[in-house]
């Protein structure tokens, strides 16, 4: 449950850390640093190679527009038409500019330590991982064979039980393409650790992509795309283009059986499906979940969530009737296809050709040092993350944004006791929830420890390969054991905020902290219509259309009311019809039902920062700065977070995927349901930017 808008998430981040191999590499409760607050920097960055965030300024108005009419486009526009999307971008905005800064400061860090004649610990991690990747030349001439094992090994199968085998084998090296495995909070006991088994293994962003009609160009040049990789991992292209067929078929067969992103969007209940070994086994018998486990390292255990079952029976069936050459054609692209970035110029300009360019839209492969500290981010982000906050958060940073949480916190529960909906009985637990939000801001408290990660300065693809492996084997050291309350889903340098249900916290990275979201140059108006509804909005998921599901502890249970229940979905359900009115692009509608968790996390995180500024502001004047009152500032600085805009390629992409609206609808759409934007900017009934009467939607 993030803020951003580009598709990182499946559930909340603590998931997609896992999925996309951002995860540590040894237990914190084994070894771990404490993380003192940065100290002054023995050298400091070079301001001048680095992008500038945005900041709100008056010449960035467009009056053309108009406030009342489209607001994004009164606040936004102008500076959007100035600044085009960049050829090796599928869109441009704040999020990508903070981006661009953060990548800056990434890029001066690594070029630092691997200027240091013997770097040691998180240093010499990182100096490995830069030197090898901006080694193109070795690159190069490496080719495929850092592959040639794997691939041999896939050559190797003879049958389903030695498909299932090697599934086994490589998902202990981290490595497994085909499902998602990793520790999780048992749902109805937080505190502790569990596995969890998914769906996976599709090559496409959602399942609608194997069978719409409208999506057949994409599919076709997906084929296209699997031959191509066939054919540089040594396949004649005549068979390539068989093979193919087959891959695509062997994932449209895995489609069938999985969920849509809509779905698992709009039903957390889907991720928990708690069964044991004996139990899944007798599901799946053609794949033993009791050997899964011991290959894995994994003790036995009492239990764990085999989530989408219809998925993994449809593997089952798999192992059983699908030829043993077709299985080896689906192994062999995927691992070329994932790996590709990290190999020679001809594989990842073929990984770009697809995936980015056809589709996103991007225009151009992004340059190496991009990508590098891309493989640096997901390998070992928080060791990069550890550098990142020692040169680019400063204390007061920290200081003046917790004492913002705090005034969220304290509106947030006024709202919720004011709520009309809400039952007194529900609003008891309600509170005693809002009692346990815990913030985190800016870097964990404890760094982990990447004490037996091996690294080298003259193998790009080996780096990667051993720290998946390595995170891994962090990851599913977890399963059994008490949640590790101090870690984090994400890195401090990433551009995103999150709210994790199952601990109940609201999670600030460090890289976010900065204009427009914060900006300690801004007055305080500015600041709460930004990173004040940002706030907001994840304190308001603990109780949206999900997050309303796990109780104060954390558990997954049903503490609503059912009258409160049905009064809550029929305001939701309002919601849904007004986004599902709303256009992405010109024939491109919003989906309401997939976005609807956090379009009520915007509404209600605008409304709540609209309080709190308020309350901090009681009984002082307005200052007025060049010409805009207090309020005014406050929905500028919300319209200026999401200045943004996407190719359409990308724009297609985020509305059958993303949970959340395009930046565009997310501008206008939560001030059209809180009054006090149309008297501050003196609206009128009737004026598109006015939501009224039944039109309205309140929430909170």
């Not at 965030?53 to 053309?64: K, Q, S, T, Y």
């Not at 050997?291 to 255990?301: L, Y």
């Not at 050709?353 to 640096?376: C, M, N, Y």
Request: glycine share 8%; charged share 25%.
């Amino acid at each position: 449950m993030t803020f951003e808008t580009t598709p990182r998430n499946i559930l909340w981040p603590v998931i997609a850390a896992v999925l996309l191999g951002q995860a540590g590499c040894k237990r914190a409760s084994e070894s771990e640093t404490a993380a003192a607050p940065p100290a002054a920097p023995a050298w400091r960055l070079d301001e001048k190679k680095l992008a500038a965030p945005i900041r709100f300024g008056i010449a960035d108005l467009d009056p053309a527009k108009g406030a009342c009419t489209d607001f994004a486009g009164y606040a936004n526009a102008k500076w959007l038409a100035a600044n085009p999307i960049p050829g090796d971008k599928s869109s441009w905005g704040a999020f990508d500019v903070l981006e661009l800064r953060s990548l800056g400061i990434q890029r001066q860090l690594a070029e630092r330590a691997a200027a240091e004649a013997k770097p040691t610990g998180i240093e010499k991690i990182v100096a490995d991982f830069w030197g090898s990747g901006m080694d193109e030349a070795h690159v190069n001439i490496e080719g495929l064979t850092p592959l040639r094992d794997r691939l041999a090994a896939i050559d190797a199968l003879i049958d389903g039980p030695s498909v299932a085998d090697y599934l086994r084998k490589v998902a202990a090296a981290g490595e497994n393409s085909l499902f998602a495995f990793f520790p999780l909070a048992d749902f109805k006991n937080s505190s502790m650790n569990m596995a969890y088994a998914m769906q996976g293994g599709l090559g496409l962003p959602d399942k609608s992509y194997y069978f719409d009609k409208d999506k057949k160009p994409i599919r076709e040049a997906y084929e296209k795309h699997i031959a191509k990789v066939l054919e540089l991992s040594d396949v004649p292209g005549d068979e390539a283009a068989d093979q193919a067929k087959t891959v695509l078929a062997f994932e449209t067969r895995l489609a069938r059986a999985s969920k849509s992103s809509e779905e698992m969007a709009r039903d957390v209940s889907l991720y928990y499906n708690p069964t044991t070994l004996a139990a899944a086994d007798k599901l799946t018998p053609n794949f033993s979940w009791t050997a899964f486990f011991a290959a894995q390292g994994i003790k036995p255990q009492e239990k764990f969530s085999l989530a989408i079952p219809a998925f993994h029976v449809e593997v089952n069936r798999m192992l059983a009737d699908v030829p043993v050459e077709e299985w080896q054609n689906y192994l062999r692209y995927h691992l070329v296809d994932d790996v590709s970035p990290y190999l020679g110029d001809a594989f990842a300009n073929e990984h770009y050709e697809f995936h980015d360019k056809t589709l996103s839209g991007q225009k151009e492969q992004r340059p190496r040092w991009k990508r590098v500290l891309g493989a640096i981010e997901n390998g070992a982000g928080e060791a990069m993350g550890q550098l990142y906050v020692e040169v680019a958060f400063p204390p007061s940073s920290k200081a003046r944004m917790k004492a913002l949480v705090d005034n969220l916190h304290e509106a947030l529960k006024l709202r919720i006791e004011h709520l009309s909906w809400m039952s007194d009985e529900t609003k008891k637990k309600a509170l005693e929830k809002w009692a346990t939000f815990t913030p985190k801001i800016g870097y964990p408290d404890k760094w982990r420890d990447w004490t037996g990660l091996v690294t080298q300065r003259d193998n790009y693809a080996e780096n990667v390969f051993a720290a998946q492996a390595f995170n891994y084997r962090w990851e599913i050291g977890k399963i059994g054991k008490p949640v590790d309350k101090t870690e984090w889903g994400m890195t401090p340098q990433t551009i995103n905020a999150y709210y994790d249900p199952l601990q109940n916290e609201i999670v600030f990275p460090a890289a976010i902290l900065q204009a427009p979201f914060f900006d300690p140059k801004a007055d305080d108006a500015m600041n709460y219509g930004a990173i004040g509804a940002v706030i907001g909005h994840e304190m308001t998921h603990g109780y949206d259309d999900q997050g309303s599901r796990f109780g104060p502890t954390g558990n997954f249970e049903v503490w609503w009311s059912k009258g409160d229940a049905a009064r809550f979905k029929a305001l939701t359900g309002k919601l849904v019809r007004q986004y599902n009115g709303y256009d992405a692009a010109p024939g491109l509608k919003v989906n309401g039902n997939l976005t609807l968790g956090e379009n009520i996390a915007d509404l209600g995180g605008l409304s709540i920062a609209y309080d709190a500024m308020q309350l901090a502001t009681a009984g002082k004047p307005d200052p007025k700065i060049e010409g805009f009152s207090r309020d005014q500032r406050f929905f500028l600085g919300w319209a200026t977070v999401f200045r943004s805009q996407f190719t359409p390629e990308q724009l297609k992409v985020l509305v059958t995927s993303n949970p959340h609206s395009p930046d565009l609808v997310r501008a206008n759409g939560a001030p059209q349901n809180v009054p006090a934007f149309a008297t501050a900017f003196d609206c009128k009934a009737g004026d598109p930017m006015v939501h009224s009467g039944e039109q309205l939607v309140v929430i909170w």
